[in-house]
C-alpha cells in the first residue's frame, strides 16, 4: 500500500493529509452512510451515522483522522446494524410524520432509513412537545422534525456570518434556539437566501409556499437510493470556511 | 401444503391499506392459491381465529383498538405491523401533544356551530386514550411494513416472501414512509 | 438589587470578553436566584456574544435558569448514597410542610424543591443545596428546622452554621494527607529543578492521572511545553462530579496549598502565565476560603509576577466556577466550559495538550494530580515510586461511602485489595463494591481480592459499598438516570440512547418490564460503547451491563415472563376520558396485563 493511502473494505482509498476518513472516501467516489456530515462544513460528528471500524475500534469517519495504512471496515453488517439502531432513535426522538410531511422524498434520515432498511423506530417513540415556528415571511422552522444536526447551526455562523442559530438544553430536552428577543425566526435578519436555510437535512427549516411541488414518484430519493445519490450530492473539496470565533460553530 | 389463514384489520387507520393490498389486483387470485382469509372487511368475520398472519393497519387510538389487538396477538403466529399509523402511530397520534380533555372540550362543548350535546358516554362507544400509540408499545410485534400506505408492490413482495418461508426483504421503491 | 443594575455591579469585576459568560450568568443567578428576562440580552451586547449563545449557556447548565426558581431554591442531593440514607423520605416530608411539590416553584414564588446529581458528601449526607450552600446530615429533625426557616423567611446566611459542617473525616493518611502546609517548598525546587529537571522526575516517578485515564503527568506536562506556542495554560479540574466521589473536597479544604503550588510548578515548568482552577458549583462554600488563599500566596510572593523572587517567574491562578453539569469533568468539556460555552466535549485529536483553552498548548489535571506532582518536585521521583505498584506508583485517595460503618476518606498505595478496604472501613456483609463511581465497575464478593491499581481496578477514588440489603436493580437504576440527566445532547446514541435506557429501567421498575426490555438494554450499551461521543456516553451503559453482568438476577427477577407489556398503563390511559364522560363501565377500562 503506498503511502498516502487506506483500506476501506478491502480496497485503498487515496487520501490529502488533513483529510478525514470521510472526506478521503467520498473524493474517491467512496460511500459511507452518513447525515449530519456537509462537505461545505467542518465536520462534527454528532450523528455518528458514519462510524466505521478502525482497527478493530469504533469511529466517527467524519472526524477520524485519515491516516496511511489504516484497516478500515464500513460497509459490514455490525456496522449497519449500528446505523439502523442510530436512525431509528432519531425517529423516535422527533415527531416524523412522513405521509404529511413536505420534506418527503427529499429527506436525509428518510433516504437513509429506506437504504438501511429501517421498517420502524422500534423503541418507544417520545412524542415531544415541540412547536412551529412561522413567524418569517419566507421560511418556517417545524421543530418537531428536528434532528440536532447542526448543520443549519454552522452554516449560519460559518457561511452567513450571521448565528441566527444556536443550541440550547442538553441531553434529550436539547434543543434548536433562534437568535432573538423573541427566539422568533421573523425577528431574526435571517434571509431565504442565506445557506442555513437551505442547508437542513430533514424538515425542519423549509421555505414557505413551494411544498409538494414535485409529484410522488420524480422526488430525489423516489429516483434512487441515497447510496447512489451521495457522491454527486455536493462539491467535495475546497478550502473550509472560517469559524466564528464567538459561536457555537467555531467548535 | 395447507393454505396459511390471513386476518386482517383496520384499527386507527384510514382503510387506504386495505385498500392498496386490494391494488396487487390479479395477484390476489394467485396469492389465494396460497392463503385463506379468517377475520378481514372481506370475509366479514367478527373474531380472529386461529391464524398464521396477522396484518393489522392503524394505530392504537382506543380501549376497542386494544382488545382487537390483543385478540390478534393471541391468534396470530406472526403479527404484522402494516402503514404508517400501525408503524409510527401516523395521523392519529398528532394529537399526542394535546390533552385529550381540552380535544373533547373543543370538539363536543366549544367549537361554534356544534350542538354541545355534551361529550359522548353511551357505553357502546369505545373511549379513546390519552394517546395514540403505534402497535409495538402494546403488543410484541414481528414484522413492519410501512407507507402510507404501503405500495401495492410492497404488500405482494411482503406476502409472497412470508408465504414462500423468506424473510421480507423490501429494498429500494418499497420501502416508504409516506 | 434591581435587574437593572446587575450588570453595573457586576461586569466590572470581569473581563469583557466571551469567556466571562458563564461566570456572568453565575453572578447573576447568584442574586436574583435566575436570570431575569432582558439581562440575557444586556450580556450578549455586553460580551459580545450572540443572544441564543447567551441562552443556549442557561439552557444547558443545571444551576442557571431563565425562570423564577424561588428566593429558596433547596435541592436534594440524589446520589444512591443519599438514597440510601433516606432522602427521598426527606424530600417528600419537605414538600408536605412547605405545601409544594418536587420540582415545582410554590405558588407565592418563595421556594421550590428539588433534586441534584451528587454534592459529593457521600460520606456525611443525605445532602442538599440551599441557594448553593451545602447542608450534610439531614435528619427529620433537620428538615422540621429548614420548613420553618423558609416559612420565617430566614436568609440562608443566617441559618445555623452547624447545617453547613462539612467533615474532612479522614480515616487513613499517607504520603499526601500527612503532608504539612506548603508555602513554596516545593516551588523553590522546581526553580532549583529546572523545567527540564521537573519533568525528568515526574518520568522517574511513573505519576500518572488521578482522574481516571490514567495518563503519565510527566510526558503531557513535557508535551505542552514543547507545542509551539506563544501562550501556554494551566487547568486544575476540580470538577468532582462522579458520584461518590470526595477526595478533592478534602484536598481543597485542607491541601489547597500544596495544589497551588503543583499548579504553579506546572506553570513554570511548562511555561504558562496563567491557569484555573475549576471549581464545580456544588463547591461553591469553598470559593471565599480558597480566594483567600490565592492571595495570602501573592502576597508572600508565591503567586503572581517574578515568583520567589526570580525574574520572568510569573503564574496566576484564577477561580472559575461550574454551574452544574458532570459532562464538564471531560477535559475537553472543560476547557469549553471555560471558555464560557456549553459543556460539550471536543474532538480530540488535537488534544489539550496542543489546543487547549483557546487553542493554546494547555495542561489539564486532577486536584489529586497536581497536589502528587508538588511532592514529585519536592521529594523526588524515586521517593515516589517507593509507593504503589509497578505501573501505579505513589498513593491513591478513596471516598469511601455507603453501607461501612466509617465512611470517608482513605489513603493507600495503590495496589491495595478491595477485601483491605472493606475491612479497614468496616463494611460487613457486602454485596457489591461501585469502584469507580457509576462510571466505573461494579464488583462482586468473588472479586474483592482484585487490586485497586491501573493494571487492575483502575479508580478516580469513588467506593461506594453496597451490603446484601440492598437491590442491585435500584442501583442500576440510580445511576441510569444520572447519565440520561447528565447527557450533554451533542450525539445521537447518548442523547436519545441514555434517555431510552432510563424509560427502560423505570418500566421494569413499575414491574411493566419481559425479555423484550433485556434485549432492548443490550441493544442500547452496544450501541453507546460503539458510537458515543466521549467517555460519559461509552461508560453510560457500565451500570446496566455490570448489573447484568454480575448480578443479573436483580433485573430478572422483576421482569415479567411474557414476551411484551406496555410500559404505561393501558387502564390509566383510559383515566381522562372516563373523567370526561363519567363513565365506569366495563367497556370503560382496561386490562393492564394481557390475560
Redesign the interface.
Known sequence: MSENTFNLDGSPVPFEPGQTVLQAALAADRYIPHLCYHPEFKPHGSCKVCTVKVGGRTAASCTFPAQAGLIIESNTEEMNALRRTLVQML?AEG???????EK??NCLL?AL???L??????F??M????PVDASHPDLWIDFNRCILCELCVRASCEVDGKCVFALSGRGITKNLVVNSPSGLLGDTDISPDDKAAHVCPVGAILPKRVGFAVP?GERRF?L??ISAQALADAPRSQTPAQPCSSCEGSE | MAKLRVATTSLAGCFGCHMSLLDIDERLFELLKHIEFDRTPLTDIKHCGPCDIGLIEGGICN?EN??VL?EF??NCKILV?VG?CA?????P??R??L???AC??EVYLTEPGLAHGG???D??L??????V??L??????D????G?PPPADAFWQFLTDLVAGRTP??G??L???? | MQPSDTLDTILPLRPRRPESLLQVLRDIQEIHNHIPAGIDLAVADALDVPLARVRGVIGFYSFLSSEPQGRYRLLFSDNITDRMLGNQDLLQTLCGKLWLEPGKLSEDGLVSVDTTSCTGMCDQGPAMLANGRAITRLSHHRINEIAELVRSQTPVADWPVEFFRVDDQIRQSGPLLDCGPMAGEALEAALDRSPDGVIEQLNLSGLRGRGGAGFPTGRKWAACKEASADTRYVVCNADEGEPGTFKDRVLLTRHADLLFEGMTVCGLTVGAKLGFLYLRGEYRYLLEPLQQLLDKRRQAGLLGVNIRGQAGADFDIVIHLGAGAYVCGEESALIESLEGKRGIPRNRPPFPVTHGYLQKPTVVNNVETFCAAALVTLHGGDWFKGHGTAQSTGSKLLSVSGDCARPGIYEYPFGITVRQVLTDCGAANTLAVQVGGPSGTCIGPHEFDRRLCFEDLATAGAFMIFDDTRDMFEVAHNFTDFFAHESCGFCTPCRVGTSMLKGIMAKVAAGHGTR?ELDEVEQLDKVLQQSAHCGLGHTACNPTLDMLKRFRPAFERRLKSL??Q???D?DG???????????D??????RTE?A
Open positions: 425517529f415527531n416524523h410524520f412522513c405521509p404529511s410531511c418527503s422524498g428518510q432509513g429506506y437504504d432498511g429501517v421498517t420502524t423506530a422500534g418507544r417513540h412524542f415531544p412537545d415541540r410522488i423516489d434512487s437510493p | 380501549a386494544v382488545e390483543r396477538r393471541r405491523a404508517a408503524v409510527t402511530g401516523g395521523l397520534a398528532q399526542n401533544h390533552d385529550l380533555g373533547l372540550t361529550i359522548p358516554n357505553p357502546e369505545p373511549l379513546p386514550l390519552d394517546k400509540h403505534p409495538h408499545e402494546v403488543v410484541k410485534v414484522y413492519f411494513l410501512p402510507c426483504e423490501l429500494h421503491g420501502i416508504k414512509y409516506d | 423484550h414476551n411484551f406496555p410500559d404505561f393501558l390511559a383510559l383515566a381522562r376520558a372516563r373523567a370526561m364522560t363519567g363513565r363501565d366495563a367497556g370503560a377500562h382496561l394481557e
